[in-house]
């Protein structure tokens, strides 16, 4: 009876939620791993897991069944979630990785700035 209990806290347990500076459409260039050093774009954010999907970057090859929808079936392509922390966002004018800050303008409006430069993100 105990494990069921367990199970049951386990599988009721809060999603963490992380704060991702990064949006849909950023160009970002990953900074440690397999793919190191190549830039693309971010296609989803996925603020429950940290992670985001980047256009071109971790690709796999994963075997499909046939279905209704896809007859064939076989090998398919797919681009999976890459850690926040291994990708950072490009500054325009260096082209190099550089953190995201914000800055509150006195009515409240909040803009995203590069860390490294001050200039703010378009």
């Known amino acids: 009876m105990k494990t069921t209990l367990n199970n049951q806290r386990r599988n009721t347990a809060e999603k963490t939620i992380y704060k991702i500076r990064l949006?849909?459409?950023?160009?970002?260039?990953?900074?440690?791993g397999k793919?190191?050093?190549?830039?693309?774009?971010?296609v989803a954010t996925h603020p429950t897991e940290n992670k985001v999907t980047v256009e071109g970057i971790n690709i796999v090859k994963k075997a499909m069944k046939p279905t209704k929808t896809r007859p064939q079936g076989g090998i398919v392509e797919l681009t999976k979630p890459i850690w926040v922390g291994k990708v950072g966002l490009v500054e325009p004018t260096s082209k190099k990785a550089s953190r995201v800050g914000y800055n509150v303008a006195?009515?409240?409006?909040?803009?995203?700035v590069f860390k490294s430069t001050g200039k703010e993100v378009k």
């Open 23 to 32: 949006k849909k459409g950023d160009t970002v260039i990953v900074r440690a």
């Open 106 to 112: 006195a009515d409240g409006t909040k803009t995203r």
């Open 35 to 42: 793919y190191k050093g190549q830039t693309g774009k971010v």
